[in-house]
């Protein structure tokens, strides 16, 4: 069984920065593609980054220039780092799985971290 554990979510001002990170268990991390998804309250959850096995990345138009997703296969750790943060960031941010080669299938999430933004 697969879990996702995320953490570095919190509280700070408007122009702020925070790291998130995502702790996989498991033996899928290197062959999986990685993404942060955020919802925020009465909205749907929406992708922000996302990074693939081999490192490629994307990211949503609002974040772009402002997060940076990353990943450290050594430690089956993938990284957010936000920066220049405003108040419509406000949202539960979660981690999620899904493959990165053919033939397999899963979908895994976290519980997700909180952040709020302060105006």
């Known amino acids: 069984q697969v879990q996702l554990v995320e953490s570095g979510g919190g509280l700070v001002q408007a122009g702020g920065s925070l790291r998130l990170s995502c702790v996989a268990s498991g033996n899928i991390f290197s062959i999986s593609n990685m993404g942060w998804y955020r919802q925020a309250p009465g909205k749907q959850r929406e992708l922000v980054a996302g990074?693939?096995?081999?490192?490629?990345?994307n990211y949503a138009d609002s974040v772009k220039g402002r997060f940076t997703i990353s990943r450290d296969n050594a430690k089956n750790t993938v990284y957010l780092q936000m920066i220049s943060l405003k108040p419509e960031d406000t949202a539960v941010y979660y981690c999620?799985?899904?493959?990165?080669?053919?033939?397999?299938?899963?979908?895994?999430w976290g519980q997700g971290t909180q952040v709020t933004v302060s105006s």
């Open positions: 990074i693939t096995s081999n490192g490629r990345t």
């Open positions: 999620n799985a899904q493959p990165g080669w053919r033939g397999l299938d899963y979908d895994y």
